[in-house]
């Protein structure tokens, strides 16, 4: 498989400075313009200096009804990068929007890792018409690439490796890469195998270029090696990348043969789509587009409010067990926003520290109480201070230092809950097998309104009556 290079230069059709890489508006209102009135050449002009990603965006930013004129208009001129780059929930109306012979055309540009990351998702049917256009080499790269699990390293590879005995010196090794006709067609490493094709060692392209010809390989290793079992979870391998600085690492099955390579492009999405997810499941948000629908939207958010509500219900039931107090002080329904409010905000704050120490492995088994202890006097210092502040308003507001007292006090547990519960919530949810982004915030809010109403209506109840 081929890939074309798209063009990066700097153009007047893209803003600059705090926009910089985005799209002019009057860019994609051409491209529209163009597209109204089928004009498949002032098209073709327009979009040829686009790069792939930004065609993608542009197919992502209109509306259906163009977006079927658009890849039908551009036609024989798609680029089957633009894919690769689109959001997965667009690809499929995409595929279907063109021609049978375009589509093909399309995917035979790409490498067998695209493919595979077009295709997973696709029912059997609409796998095999786009499998069925393939070379039988590629077909079956995709194929047994597909056999693997889901987002593993056998899924993120690539086929196409560059390697060589590790007995070749430089000459060899550069002469073989100058007659081979199959090499990938962006590469960074030239993979050192053994005779049972076993990794053992990456040289650099600039190593090679930059050493005489008698050099052995082995003698201009990476000091870095870092080999990808197959069945590894993608998440763990952008882990291994970011952590070890890799740029490629060959993949290896059960019997540590080399059956691919993964590239830091392909390894850095997945560590993009990760902070993504996690983000989107702290604010309670499952994964979705802007191209979603509005009842895609309102049904994929549905279940976590409904979670909240549950949530609520429990600590209006806290509440409720100091109705007397709170008829007698009305002051307390005031201030009771408030001690929720700052709970929650300093739970948030320290959970997310938390979840993404986490994800990163920076939050282990040795130093979680370390961070927990940290967290616990951060809320301290915290809650003392705005225990003075609160404290001060109470007596200015309502003319009570009792009432100024009680609302100190609370800020102070609060807070410290907060602090506590924030990172171990998600330490625990970690520990039992649970995505601590998917369930902390829901569990995080409950702790700290809980015991916050809790402390301060039932210290309230013991000062004040």
């Known amino acids: 498989m081929s890939q074309d290079t798209n063009k990066i230069t700097p153009d007047p059709d893209f803003d600059t400075d705090?926009?910089?890489?985005?799209?002019?508006?009057?860019?994609?209102?051409?491209?529209?313009?163009?597209?109204?009135?089928?004009?498949?050449?002032?098209?073709?002009?327009?979009?040829?200096?686009?790069?792939?990603?930004?065609?993608?965006?542009?197919?992502?930013?209109?509306?259906?009804?163009?977006?079927?004129?658009?890849?039908?208009?551009?036609?024989?001129?798609?680029?089957?990068?633009?894919?690769?780059e689109l959001d997965e929930s667009l690809r499929e109306e995409v595929m279907l929007a063109l021609k049978p012979h375009v589509l093909a055309e399309a995917v035979r540009e790409l490498e067998s890792d695209d493919v595979v990351d077009l295709v997973e998702d696709l029912d059997e049917p609409q796998q095999e018409a786009i499998l069925e256009h393939l070379e039988d080499a590629d077909r079956v790269a995709v194929e047994?690439?597909?056999?693997?699990?889901?987002?593993?390293?056998?899924?993120?590879?690539?086929?196409?490796?560059?390697?060589?005995?590790?007995?070749?010196?430089?000459?060899?090794?550069i002469d073989y890469l100058r007659k081979s006709d199959d090499l990938p067609e962006q590469f960074y490493h030239v993979i050192m195998v053994d005779p049972r094709m076993r990794p053992v060692g990456n040289v650099t392209l600039g190593r090679i270029m930059g050493s005489r010809r008698d050099v052995l390989l082995k003698d201009i290793l990476e000091?870095?090696?870092?080999?990808?079992?197959?069945?590894?979870?993608?998440?763990?391998?952008?882990?291994?990348?970011?952590?070890?600085h890799l740029i490629s690492a060959p993949v290896v099955d059960e019997d540590d043969r080399l059956v691919g390579v993964i590239t830091i492009d392909d390894a850095m999405a997945v560590l993009d789509e990760e902070h993504e997810e996690d983000i989107l499941r702290l604010a309670g948000v499952s994964e979705g587009s802007l191209t979603d629908t509005v009842s895609e939207t309102a049904r994929q958010r549905f279940p976590w409010l409904a979670v909240n509500l549950l949530t609520a219900i429990v600590a209006s039931l806290v509440i409720a067990q100091f109705e007397v107090t709170i008829e007698k002080f009305v002051a307390l329904a005031v201030l009771m926003p408030i001690v929720a409010s700052m709970g929650g905000n300093a739970g948030t704050q320290s959970l997310t520290v938390a979840v993404r120490a986490l994800a990163t492995k920076d939050l282990t088994g040795s130093n979680v109480w370390r961070v927990i202890r940290r967290e616990a006097l951060v809320g301290l210092l915290n809650g003392l201070a705005f225990a003075i502040l609160m404290g001060g308003i109470g007596v200015l507001w309502f003319g009570s230092f009792q009432l100024g007292y009680v609302i100190a006090v609370a800020m102070v547990v609060n807070l410290v809950v907060a602090g506590l519960a924030g990172t171990m919530v998600p330490v625990v949810l970690d520990k039992l097998g649970v995505d601590p982004a998917l369930a902390s915030g829901t569990f995080v809010t409950t702790v700290t309104d809980v015991l916050g109403f809790f402390a301060f209506l039932g210290l309230a109840t013991i000062v004040l009556l």
């Open 18 to 84: 705090d926009n910089a890489y985005k799209l002019a508006p009057k860019v994609i209102s051409a491209i529209l313009y163009a597209v109204e009135n089928q004009d498949q050449a002032l098209l073709a002009e327009l979009m040829e200096p686009l790069h792939a990603a930004d065609i993608a965006d542009i197919l992502e930013q209109i509306n259906t009804f163009d977006r079927r004129r658009l890849v039908q208009l551009y036609d024989r001129e798609f680029d089957g990068e633009i894919l690769s």
């Open 144 to 173: 047994q690439a597909l056999a693997y699990p889901e987002e593993s390293a056998g899924r993120l590879m690539q086929r196409a490796v560059a390697m060589a005995p590790d007995h070749w010196n430089v000459g060899q090794c």
């Open 223 to 244: 000091d870095v090696f870092q080999t990808i079992p197959v069945t590894q979870d993608e998440e763990d391998v952008a882990y291994a990348f970011n952590q070890y």
